[in-house]
């Protein structure tokens, strides 16, 4: 009897776990939720530009709204990403820790005994179903915007925040990889499906808060705010939009400003 020798390789290795991923009922769960929140997050984030937008610096209702910059729309575009990057997240410490839950991790390392690979492939998976979803909630989220903010006058971008477009638009899809790949490394470590998630909601949305209240206790802990601005949250709003120099800021602190102006 003739034995027939079985070549490993990597496009098939990615296969394997682009089948592994499509078998979790959670994965289409947690996909549809990360593109439904991002344009869920960007109309509220319209609305409430929009209603700002229309304030006068008296704290009343304009009859005619004020043009709205072009960068207030792409921020409120970007705003909520950060926050629904967690599904994209639990979906990939998912795809690792559940063959640990149910034990096929030994079947899976037995036909692919090269753990390089394994992991590797697995990160391909994982990643092109989040680039998918979110570049497919971006573009949703930029029609909802546009719907949102129907009717208002909007200036164009100005030439330092001309590239604001492809870095919502593009940036987006490719920072959730990064988180993913962070959060597959997580799911690594903790090799359960609970400590990891809470380590990587930790890590997303915990430590930030903590370290932001930290700071508060005066001047010796005021480093803790360098700390926070380059864990994974902050850098990732920094990047989609809170470095954007909208119009509408300056004019709705003014109007805050006066409206409580005891003068």
Same mark, same amino acid.
């Not at 970007?78 to 991790?105: D, R």
């Not at 990732?236 to 805050?256: I, V, Y």
């Given at each position: 009897?003739?034995? +027939? =020798?079985?070549?490993?390789? /990597?496009?098939?290795?990615?296969?394997?776990?682009?089948?592994?991923?499509?078998?979790? +009922?959670?994965?289409?769960?947690?996909?549809?939720?990360?593109?439904?929140?991002?344009?869920?997050?960007?109309?509220?984030?319209?609305?409430?530009?929009?209603?700002?937008?229309?304030?006068?610096?008296?704290?009343?209702?304009?009859?005619?709204? =004020?043009?709205?910059?072009?960068?207030?729309?792409?921020?409120?575009?970007?705003? /909520?990403? *950060?926050?629904?990057?967690?599904? !994209?997240?639990?979906?990939?410490?998912?795809?690792?820790?559940?063959?640990?839950?149910?034990? *096929?991790? $030994?079947?899976?390392?037995?036909?692919? %005994?090269? =753990?390089?690979? /394994?992991?590797?492939?697995?990160?391909?998976?994982?990643?092109?179903?989040?680039?998918?979803?979110?570049?497919?909630?971006?573009? +949703?989220?930029?029609?909802?915007?546009?719907?949102?903010?129907?009717?208002?006058?909007?200036?164009?971008?100005?030439?330092?925040?001309?590239?604001? %477009?492809?870095?919502?638009?593009?940036?987006?899809?490719?920072?959730?990889?990064?988180?993913?790949?962070?959060?597959?490394?997580?799911?690594?470590?903790?090799?359960?499906?609970?400590?990891? !998630?809470?380590?990587?909601?930790? #890590?997303?949305?915990?430590? %930030? $808060?903590?370290?932001?209240?930290?700071?508060?206790?005066?001047?010796? /802990? +005021?480093?803790?705010? #360098?700390?926070?601005?380059?864990? %994974?949250?902050?850098?990732?709003?920094?990047?989609?939009?809170?470095?954007?120099?909208?119009?509408?800021?300056?004019?709705?602190?003014?109007?805050?400003?006066?409206?409580?102006?005891?003068?």
């Amino acid at each position: 009897m003739s034995s +027939r =020798r079985i070549h490993l390789s /990597f496009p098939g290795s990615v296969h394997a776990e682009i089948v592994k991923v499509l078998s979790l +009922r959670s994965s289409y769960i947690l996909l549809v939720i990360n593109t439904v929140l991002i344009p869920l997050g960007t109309a509220l984030a319209a609305w409430s530009i929009k209603t700002l937008n229309s304030i006068g610096e008296d704290g009343k209702t304009l009859s005619t709204p =004020r043009a709205l910059d072009a960068a207030d729309l792409w921020m409120s575009v970007g705003a /909520f990403v *950060s926050t629904a990057v967690l599904a !994209v997240g639990i979906l990939a410490i998912l795809s690792l820790t559940s063959e640990f839950a149910n034990s *096929s991790i $030994q079947a899976s390392l037995t036909a692919n %005994p090269r =753990r390089a690979m /394994f992991m590797g492939a697995k990160t391909v998976a994982v990643s092109a179903f989040t680039a998918a979803s979110t570049l497919i909630g971006m573009l +949703r989220a930029w029609g909802t915007a546009h719907m949102v903010l129907a009717g208002t006058t909007i200036t164009p971008l100005s030439d330092d925040n001309r590239l604001a %477009p492809w870095v919502v638009i593009i940036g987006a899809p490719i920072a959730s990889v990064l988180i993913a790949i962070m959060a597959i490394g997580i799911g690594g470590i903790c090799r359960s499906t609970v400590g990891a !998630v809470f380590a990587f909601i930790g #890590v997303m949305m915990i430590v %930030p $808060q903590l370290l932001s209240v930290a700071a508060l206790f005066g001047n010796g /802990f +005021r480093w803790l705010n #360098v700390v926070t601005a380059v864990l %994974p949250h902050s850098l990732m709003d920094g990047f989609l939009g809170a470095d954007l120099n909208p119009g509408m800021l300056a004019s709705t602190t003014s109007a805050t400003s006066s409206s409580f102006d005891p003068n």
